[in-house]
């Protein structure tokens, strides 16, 4: 494929297999259906000094699927940077020129990283990654980007740990291309996406959901299509409840393709979180986003968002189960009324 190419995987470390909250699972596939993909760079790690947010665990978690033997049956490509007419599709040419040149100035300054080379070309190679993985999916049912989900970066500005909003380029590079007119963007990070309900806002096409803890940042919030901001605290039950009726508007958008902000940090034990999931209460989370695409033939791209556990081995397998639920999920063929 022009732009991408297998890679090897990183050694692998012990399995551990989450178990889940029991739900029949559903779907099978097409007859000559493709394996799925993941897009994985060694450079998606960088060096961001003493930080909460551990860039390794996109290698830790490559790697842990690896020593498990998931990744037997699926295809992984490495990505390229996505140029700049790409990103210029969702980012100003005075912000890029700011990241471009290393210069603080009131666009870059509001961002919680270094602003180094190394940090910006590890941002524009996830939106590379991003973008590679949704043109996987549409052709396969499911690509999964270990990395990504860059959701507070604007289309002016880069804000939290973001400087570029991989999701909005995927979608807008799809768009572009004419691979897909609609979108959904499923935002089940504990922290709202900001900046991309901010680059959607007044779109129809893309619809953008966001399930949060409410008292968390960012202060103030955007207004997506749809936001259910949630009470601190909540745990596996609460959150599977308000999760069924937001994911039917999903469906109801009728989206060409789901972008899926798989955010480890509901977790009950995140350092940046408030909420109080379980790793089975996560499993099902995933499994209702990913296997309600596979169910309608809609393509799905899985992307990891924030993880801050006070363990990095519980962030990456909360990655790690997401990625098997997605690989396990099976894509029913698309009709030709979709």
Same mark, same amino acid.
């Given at each position: ?40 760079? !060694? ?37 390229? !940077? ?257």
């Amino acid at each position: 494929m022009v732009g991408a190419e297998p890679i090897a995987t990183p050694a692998g470390r012990d399995a551990h297999q989450a178990t889940s909250l029991a739900r029949p699972r559903r779907g099978c596939h097409h007859a000559g259906a493709m394996p799925h993909a993941l897009v994985y760079s !060694p450079r998606y790690r960088c060096d961001i000094g003493a930080h909460v947010f551990p860039t390794e665990k996109f290698e830790l978690t490559l790697a842990k699927l690896e020593s498990e033997g998931m990744l037997a049956g699926a295809t992984v490509l490495e990505p390229t !940077p996505a140029t700049h007419d790409e990103l210029r599709l969702v980012h100003t040419a005075e912000y890029l020129a700011d990241l471009e040149q290393l210069r603080w100035t009131p666009r870059t300054i509001v961002s919680e990283l270094p602003l180094t080379a190394e940090i910006v070309g590890a941002y524009i190679l996830a939106a590379g990654g991003t973008t590679l993985a949704a043109r996987e999916a549409m052709a396969r049912g499911c690509g999964i980007t270990v990395g990504g989900g860059f959701h507070h970066a604007y289309a002016d500005k880069a804000e939290g740990f973001c400087y570029i909003n991989d999701l909005a380029v995927a979608v807008r590079v799809l768009q572009r291309d004419g691979a897909i007119r609609r979108a959904a963007i499923v935002d089940l990070d504990v922290h709202q996406g900001n900046g991309t309900a901010h680059i959607f806002a007044g779109d129809s096409e893309v619809f953008t959901l966001s399930i949060h803890q409410e008292m968390n940042y960012p202060v103030p919030k955007e207004r997506s299509d749809l936001d259910v901001g949630l009470e601190n605290g909540v745990g596996d039950d609460g959150y599977l409840r308000v999760l069924e009726p937001a994911l039917e508007r999903v469906w109801a958008h009728a989206p060409d393709i789901v972008l899926y902000q798989a955010g480890a940090d509901p977790y009950r034990d995140d350092q940046l979180g408030g909420l109080a999931l379980s790793l089975d209460g996560l499993a099902e989370r995933d499994a209702r986003v990913l296997e309600g695409c596979a169910e309608r033939g809609i393509p799905a791209v899985v992307t990891f968002g924030g993880g801050y556990a006070r363990r990095v081995e519980d962030t990456v397998e909360i990655h790690a189960q997401t990625c098997r639920t997605a690989l396990r999920a099976a894509w029913v063929k698309r009709t030709a009324s979709r």
